[in-house]
Structures are given as C-alpha cells and as structure tokens.
C-alpha cells in the first residue's frame, strides 16, 4: 500500500513477556516517529529517526523501550519486561522530510494483561 | 504540565453550519501548527498546517486561523458534513516548517466533533 503500514494491529502479552512493534514508512520517506497514545489522550512522542539515525529518544519512558531502524527503512519498536502501564496504542508517522508534515499508520494497539 | 489544549472534549454541530475547533498553546517556541482528524481504529490523518509567519491558511472547507499574542489557533470547517464526524487533534512543533523536525509533535488531547444531521 501507499501509506504507513504497522503491525499486529493488535497485541495482547503477559506482564513481564517482551515485545515488538514493527513499522513499514511511506517508501522514500527520510524521517520516522514513533508515538503513544493512552485511553482519551493524544498521541505523546517517543522517539524519531533520520534515516537510520536515532536523533531523539527523549521520549522514550524507561530504558525498557528500544527503537531501531538499522536500513534506513523499517523500524521496530521493543518493548522488554512489559508492564500493565505499557498498554497502550502505539502509533508510528513518516515523512518526506523533517520540513513536511508527519502521515501516520494505525497503530498498533498494546494490551499487557 | 500540558502544552496544547484542547479545552473542550466534544462538540456538536448542525450539517451545513459552521464548526469552530479551539485550541491553546503555552510553549512560545512553537512555531508551526498542524491540525489532524482521526477516526475509531485509524492513524491520525493530516488535515491543514499553518506556520507562525502566517495568520490564516485555506483549504477547501477547512480554514485554520493563528493568534500568536494569544497563544490560540482554531479550525473552522465550513459547511460541516456528516463525514466529519471525527476527533480532532491540534498538534505543534518547534522546528519552524517541519511538522515535527527533530522533537517530535506536541498533541492535545482532541475534540470529539459530532455532525447532527
């Protein structure tokens, strides 16, 4: 497809199992975000890449999340030891640049029981 | 502390009029302003952006309007449609024409827009 692809659309995992989170960008896009979006909130940044390059992780809440993006392309986010306080959707957003505005998938919805 | 607000949770409106989504900011440093729509189960989808050197920019039936001295940007959508149904997410960023640049966008935590028939 043409737009931001992630998957699973859906996660259920135990508390303390690990996770990952994969994102497909618009193809040719140099920028990538990963967001959080809690229950009645909006989407809270996590990190972001250019290219391959992790310029900010600022967002990041512990040091149990990693992100990665090693080719430039696809990006995954891990999540190790979840806690109930993970679930969450999370989102991921490309685009062209860092001068055009952010296209985003539909998120991956994170359920830790 | 939160540095986008969006100070009303829902909003009802007559089809065919007009709808005004409101929207606060406090960090000064923002200087470009994106509004996105999202639908249950969707990705935000990008809707109309403005830059801080502007005061108003049109597309279509959106029009999204900046006050700088009072930290306010609003959305008008004229003439609503049932299709716009949506949540509505006012979103900032402090890289000056990147919709994000290296820090990522600020949201608020959206309006809730119902078009009545």
């Known amino acids: 497809g043409a737009g931001v692809s992630q998957s699973p659309r859906y996660k259920v995992a135990k508390r303390g199992q690990d996770v990952a989170l994969r994102c497909d960008p618009i193809s040719g896009h140099v920028s990538l975000f990963w967001y959080q979006q809690a229950l009645g909130q909006g989407p809270e940044f996590l990190t972001y890449f250019q290219n391959e390059a992790q310029l900010d992780k600022s967002g990041l809440p512990s040091d149990r999340f990693f992100a990665e993006r090693p080719e430039g392309s696809v990006s995954t986010l891990k999540i190790q030891r979840t806690q109930q306080e993970d679930s969450a959707v999370y989102l991921c957003?490309?685009?062209?640049?860092?001068?055009?505005?952010?296209?985003f998938g539909d998120g991956t919805r994170l359920s830790i029981l | 502390d939160q540095q986008v607000k969006q100070n009303s949770p829902s909003l009802s409106v007559q089809e065919g009029r007009i709808s005004i989504l409101n929207c606060d900011y406090t960090n000064s440093m923002f200087d470009y302003f994106l509004w996105y729509k999202k639908y249950p189960a969707e990705g935000p989808t990008f809707l109309i952006s403005i830059s801080s050197i502007k005061d108003k920019n049109e597309d279509g039936r959106f029009t999204v309007f900046l006050n700088k001295s009072a930290k306010h940007l609003s959305l008008h959508i004229v003439p609503s449609q049932p299709g716009d149904s949506a949540v509505y997410f006012c979103?900032?960023?402090?890289?000056?024409?990147?919709?994000?640049?290296?820090?990522?966008?600020?949201f608020g935590k959206g309006t809730h827009l119902i078009i009545q028939p």
């Open positions: 957003a490309s685009s062209p640049t860092t001068h055009q505005p952010q296209h």
């Open positions: 979103a900032a960023s402090t890289e000056g024409y990147s919709g994000g640049g290296a820090d990522g966008l600020t």
